[in-house]
């Protein structure tokens, strides 16, 4: 399923976001930049060591990364040519300013990708696994948020793809979309 919002293409795939031929995929990281399980396994397990290489000189840097901000490594053997590391916010109820944090994941990831001349991204489902976030929520302010930067930046990727691994999440995600 796709739809436009003035230049930019929003579309939903059920899949493995680690075989995404685009410029950016997007990873669902941790504060500290080291290795999870869930989306975050699957792509540095897929970007091999370069990928591991690079979040380590970032942490040893800046100390990692904020929930809510994001940064940008090599794809390293992945097909996407760059990932764009993000922390999404951990579940607590919903008043401990999770839907600000999470707007803000998918915000900081695009501007990355529009500083660094990027025109297709994709995206997982971010915070919606081990961080518990109530998928149905989440998926309404990941498709408003690029929704509203898509009508209102100045410049925005050409093409944001959600790649989704289950029924239920590509469920959630369709629903949401045909709603905006
Ligand atoms: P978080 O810690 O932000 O909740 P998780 O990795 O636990 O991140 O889960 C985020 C979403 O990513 C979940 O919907 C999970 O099913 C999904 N996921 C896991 N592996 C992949 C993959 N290879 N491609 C796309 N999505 C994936």
Redesign the pocket.
């Known amino acids: 399923m796709q739809k436009k919002f003035r230049y930019t293409t929003i579309e939903l795939i059920q899949?493995?976001?680690?075989e995404e031929k685009v410029d950016a995929i997007v990873n669902?990281?941790?504060e500290k930049l080291i290795g999870?399980?869930?989306?975050?396994?699957?792509?540095r397990k897929a970007g091999g060591e370069e990928v591991t290489k690079e979040c380590d000189i970032i942490r040893a840097r800046q100390g990692g990364c904020p929930t809510g901000k994001a940064v940008i490594t090599t794809g390293g053997n992945l097909p996407a040519e760059y990932i764009i590391h993000t922390?999404?916010p951990?579940w607590q109820g919903g008043d401990a300013g999770e839907p600000e944090l999470l707007a803000s994941c998918y915000k900081e990831s695009i501007a990355l990708a529009v500083k660094n001349g990027l025109y297709s991204i994709a995206f997982?489902?971010?915070?919606?696994?081990?961080?518990?976030?109530p998928?149905e929520k989440a998926a309404k302010i990941a498709l408003q948020t690029i929704r509203d930067l898509a009508e209102n930046a100045d410049r925005m990727p050409t093409l944001v793809q959600f790649?989704?691994?289950?029924d239920a999440?590509f469920g959630c995600y369709t629903d949401a979309l045909s709603n905006l």
């Open positions: 899949g493995d976001i680690t669902a990281a941790n999870g399980g869930g989306v975050d396994g699957a792509i922390v999404g951990v997982p489902s971010i915070s919606t696994g081990v961080y518990g976030y998928t790649v989704l691994f289950d999440t």
